[in-house]
């Protein structure tokens, strides 16, 4: 079943320049996806303090490492008390190559930041497209040295599997369920990128994403 939603053209600008960013430095892109809520019964003051912690710690986990991650996040509100979270996660995938472990590390942190249960973080999985085995997608940069067919056959995988993270991340983007922050609350937020930002080379062709001008999309 698809829903049409219309979409916030900065939140898919936001999620692009991260996806292209981390391609043109990684030979391989992790994607991973996940939403974020908080315990039942949570007094909630309406800011994204919790969120700004728990990004700011996740990511310094990786650091610490030495494995690149960038993130964005949207923030949503029904008829709850409290907001909650959509997230993309993009990290080295010649360091990160399974998602689990960023599901596992993700809910520990939640969890020390809320006192809530794990489970307060939930996986998301791709349901088709992409390389989805392992429930992430991992984007595959087409090799500069890459000839013929087998040029050919990298581009193309490199298109679908970019295309099925594209689709997956648009759904931060979608208008419902926003604009119910306070005065002066993002209802989004991201990595900062240096200044200068590199696009991926021009062999990997990126495909036609669509949505970018805000338009109304099945998703």
């Known amino acids: 079943m698809y829903i049409a939603y219309t979409y916030y053209p900065a939140i898919l600008w936001c ?11 990684h030979c391989k892109v992790l994607f991973v996806r ?20 728990f990004m ?44 689990m472990g960023v599901w596992d590390k993700a809910a520990e942190v939640w969890s020390d930041i809320t006192n809530g249960p794990r489970a307060l973080v939930q996986q998301c999985r791709p349901t088709g497209g992409g390389n989805s085995g392992n429930w992430g997608i991992m984007i595959r940069r087409v090799s500069g040295t890459a000839t013929g ?22 759904y931060l983007a979608k208008e419902d369920s926003k604009d119910r922050a306070p005065y002066r609350v993002r209802e989004f937020s991201a990595s900062r990128l240096p200044v200068g930002m590199i696009a991926p080379p021009n062999h990997c062709v990126l495909p036609a994403l669509t949505g970018m001008d805000g338009n109304r999309l099945s998703w």
């Open 149 to 170: 067919a087998d040029l050919i056959a990298q581009q193309q995988a490199f298109q679908q599997d970019y295309t099925a993270a594209w689709g997956w991340a648009s």
């Open 56 to 99: 700011k710690t996740l990511k310094a986990h990786y650091k610490a490492q030495g494995i690149a991650l960038h993130y964005v996040w949207a923030r949503e509100q029904d008829s709850s008390d409290a907001p909650h979270y959509h997230v993309v996660v993009l990290l080295n995938g010649s360091k990160v190559q399974h998602p």
């Open 15 to 25: 999620i692009k320049e991260r996806l292209d960013f981390m391609l043109a430095h």
């Open 34 to 53: 996940f939403d974020v809520r908080f315990p039942l019964g949570t007094g909630h003051v309406g800011r994204n303090t919790e969120m700004s912690q």
